[in-house]
């Protein structure tokens, strides 16, 4: 049995991709896998959390003992959300959110008698942001991911700021080694005390429980 560390948490995860529709056939998304989501949900759950698990569309399965709450796109997930999070002492946003959605859903299928199509693109709510604005940081801690290919602390410390979370964990999605379909990652967790610290390189598995690891030692749960 794994150390009950986060017994009487209450912790919900965002995990994969959301996928925006454009026709009946077809859809907007992104390549996120979900697993660094659904591993942080089934180490959370191990070591004696409450967990929901709200998932974009993946081929994963939903880890034991975890509620699963299944979404499709940005604007279900971002309800999901909102319905779940006072629930919640810890909040971590792993999932890869498609930014834009098309202005309109076509009825029928989008034929291809022209030369050239135009989609016009409209800005997804941003769901991290909103939470940063609203949850009770002094009950609730946020965490927030940030998939980057350069200046990964630069980039971090940014969205620590703009989306008002207590930590980020960034990615290199520029590396084949981690990254999105990748079984291994490698995080680097930058806070709100101005602290930043370099996880190794290891599987997302193992990268989750770093990270809860991280967490806990450095007194970051808020009871
Ligand atoms: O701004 P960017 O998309 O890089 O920020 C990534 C973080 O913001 C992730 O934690 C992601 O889950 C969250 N996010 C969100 N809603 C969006 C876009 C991103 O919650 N529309």
Redesign the pocket.
């Known amino acids: 049995l794994a150390v009950q560390d986060l017994a009487g948490q209450v912790v919900l995860v ?1 995990a994969g991709p959301t996928r925006e529709p454009i026709d009946p056939a077809r859809f907007l998304s992104n390549r996120s896998s979900g697993k660094m989501g659904y591993a942080l949900a089934r180490t959370a759950f191990r070591r004696g959390a409450r967990v929901i698990l709200v998932s974009g569309p993946t081929t994963l399965d939903g880890p034991p003992g975890v509620q699963r709450i299944d979404v499709t796109t ?1 604007q279900q ?2 309800d999901a ?1 909102m319905a779940h999070y006072r629930e919640a002492t810890v909040i ?8 834009f959605r098309s202005r309109e859903e076509s009825t029928e299928k989008i034929k291809k008698d022209q030369a050239s199509l135009v989609l016009h693109l409209q ?9 940063g604005a609203r949850c009770d940081h002094d009950r609730q801690l946020l ?6 290919s350069a200046r990964f602390a630069e ?1 971090g410390r940014k ?1 620590l700021h ?2 008002q ?1 207590d930590l ?1 964990a960034v990615n290199d999605i520029g590396s084949e080694r981690t990254g999105f379909a990748s079984d291994a990652n490698r995080l680097l967790v930058l806070d709100n005390r101005g602290y930043m610290a370099e996880l190794p390189y290891v599987s997302k598995e193992r990268c989750a429980d770093l990270l809860w690891d991280h967490i806990v030692a450095n007194n970051f749960l808020r009871s």
């Open positions: 965002t940005a997930m971002y959300v971590i946003k792993a999932a890869a959110v498609a930014d800005q997804n709510p941003d769901i991290l942001k909103e939470l965490v927030g991911f940030a998939a980057e980039e969205k703009n989306k979370c980020i």
